[in-house]
């Protein structure tokens, strides 16, 4: 079966740092993968598109990359409004939409 | 502005029905795919149910499959989801999502997403 695995599940970190998550596929999906942000109590906020395309209004210390089986996710200069949960999700292989497990991003 | 909110959450006892409704507005509803997703207290995202923007492809999550039902109505502006025979599992917030292209698996993201409806399956 595909699996989505996300890494770390929690990470500690300050404002200012930079930090890195990854998601890793167990088959190869190109480049059809999301990444989103979850602040408590709210919805998903869709961060990148195609792995490293950045969507609209999202600022610009957010950035992916990646393809085939391996992927990242990094943030640069934290932020105090950066501190939320990640999701990975993968668009294209059965069973669809698939998302990773997440990682919640927790001030120091 | 883009909007989608749904609606029809509630409490309700195993076995029994609810139907959910997703309003959308600030787009050409007509021109996108639409899904429903899921995520149970305390834990993480899944995708429920997806359909193409003519309502030719449908797809499930095969924890979902033969018991709900997701359609849409174009002239409305909305989509919904049927669910019979719940059980304590499907207990969750709901959310609709909007798909950046017209079909379903074809790699595009979920760009806008409305801020849930709770749905509780308990006796």
């Known amino acids: 079966d595909f699996q989505l695995t996300q890494s770390p599940s929690f990470l500690s970190a300050s404002v200012g740092d930079r930090v890195t998550i990854t998601c890793r596929a167990s088959?190869?999906?190109?480049?059809?993968l999301a990444w989103y942000q979850q602040r408590p109590g709210k919805a998903p906020k869709l961060l990148i598109y195609?792995?490293?395309t950045l969507q609209s209004g999202v600022p610009s210390r957010f950035s992916g990359s990646g393809s085939g089986t391996e992927f990242t996710l990094t943030i640069r200069s934290l932020q105090p409004e950066d501190f939320a949960t990640y999701y990975c999700?993968?668009?294209?292989?059965?069973?669809?939409?698939?998302f990773g497990q997440g990682t919640k991003l927790e001030i120091k | 502005e883009v909007q989608v909110v749904e609606s029809g959450g509630g409490l309700v006892q195993p076995g029994r029905s609810l139907r959910l409704s997703c309003a959308a507005s600030?787009?050409?509803?007509?021109?996108?795919?639409m899904h429903w997703l899921r995520q149970a207290p305390g834990k993480g995202l899944e995708w429920v149910s997806g359909?193409?923007?003519?309502?030719?492809?449908?797809r499930y999550a095969d924890s979902v499959k033969g018991r709900l039902t997701i359609s849409r109505d174009n002239a409305k502006n909305s989509l919904y989801l049927q669910m019979n025979s719940l059980r304590a599992e499907d207990t969750a917030l709901y959310y609709c999502?909007?798909?950046?292209?017209?079909?379903?698996?074809?790699?595009?993201?979920?760009?806008?997403w409305g801020q849930g409806t709770l749905v509780t399956v308990s006796s």
């Open positions: 600030g787009f050409r509803f007509d021109y996108y795919a």
């Open positions: 195609a792995a490293s």
């Open positions: 999700q993968q668009l294209i292989i059965y069973p669809p939409y698939t």
């Open positions: 359909i193409s923007w003519n309502s030719g492809d449908i």
């Open positions: 999502a909007k798909d950046m292209g017209g079909d379903i698996l074809t790699g595009y993201a979920l760009d806008y």
């Open positions: 088959q190869g999906i190109t480049n059809y």
